[in-house]
């Protein structure tokens, strides 16, 4: 278990975006925290909205907090992989996609308990999956980093242009959570 934990704490130390200069520290543990921060106040406000719109579809946010927390554990083991690098040829993605499942499978949670092992194994698979669960991490997963790229430009950073403009794009484009579009419709105006 101790070796388990351990593996955990890597996380702070793991930047993200590595290959962009950065103002602030970006350690995949404050991403995750964020990540799922950002998920919990998201959650609320889409499940009061549909409270109110009398919709029989809820988000759990349990699992929504769970789902967010766990989604980059695998780094641990792989660093950050860059997301263009990631998604720059096919191949690369399937390979690293399966380097990621066996390590997820294999390493990242082989200390714990067969029955919660199988569980966390479980819910990082499920944890950007096509639930409204996982849309929802999926999308705290892109907004989280738009962000940190607005802290950054705020700062007068403008290396972080492009991760703005790229996460900005994904979630006009795949995000159907309207708090969130709101949100983002407020930081376009600020920042273009």
Known sequence: ML??????????????????????????????????????????????????????????????????????????????????????????KEKLDEVRDLCVKNIIFEELPSMQRAFYIILWRQSKDDSIEGHLVAMMDKFEILMFAVKELSMGNESFRHIYNNAKNILEKECKIQSVLDVLSEIKEMYG
């Open 3 to 92: 070796d388990f934990l351990r593996r955990l704490q890597r996380l702070s130390d793991i930047d993200r975006c590595s290959n962009s200069p950065h103002i602030n520290r970006y350690p995949v543990s404050a991403h995750s925290f964020y990540v799922a921060l950002y998920a919990m106040i998201f959650v609320d406000m889409e499940n009061e909205r549909k409270s109110r719109e009398h919709s029989i579809l809820s988000y759990d946010d349990s699992l929504v907090i769970r789902k967010a927390l766990i989604h980059d554990l695998e780094e641990s083991e792989t660093g950050d992989i860059l997301y263009p690098v990631h998604n720059m040829y096919k191949e690369f």
